[in-house]
């Protein structure tokens, strides 16, 4: 676990630190259903998102980008009292509780700015870590689409939809 950390604001500065390990991981096909070939300008349309959505990262004392997180609205409409997020960690830089904090915080936002809940709409079934570390933080998989992520190693596996109260 990390001594220091602190998590602040995402600007577009610290694009040229994230797209590193966001290529590596997009690229992987193992966890996002984002397109593998996602290119370093779109993949910051995607990541840096305007208001009232925002991007969050995590940094060392040196102030070293550890991991990112995005937070927005799940869904428009009468839906929009339901937040989502995403994640990102260095994996430099995993198993350091960087994704935890990261998690922790995007629920503290979530609850500040009045949503009622938060949502995963497509946790990959077998992304462990990361369904082990939202169920410790209280949420639930509400159901799974049966091979809705084909896996490049696993072949066809279920995105789980996973959902917290707030």
Known sequence: M??????REAGSDDWAAI??????IVAAGETFTY???LGMDEGREW???APPSRAVVAVDEAGAVLGTAKMNRNHMGNGSHIASASYMVDPAHSGRGVGRALCE???EW???QGYRAMQFNSVVATNEHAVR???SLGFEVIGTLPEGFDHPKHGYVGLHIMHLAL
């Open 2 to 7: 990390l001594d220091r950390m602190l998590i």
């Open 19 to 24: 797209w590193p390990f966001f290529h590596g």
């Open 133 to 135: 570390l939202y169920r």
């Open 47 to 49: 990541w840096l998102p």
């Open 105 to 107: 915080y995007t629920i």
């Open 110 to 112: 979530a609850r500040a």
């Open 35 to 37: 397109p593998l070939d």
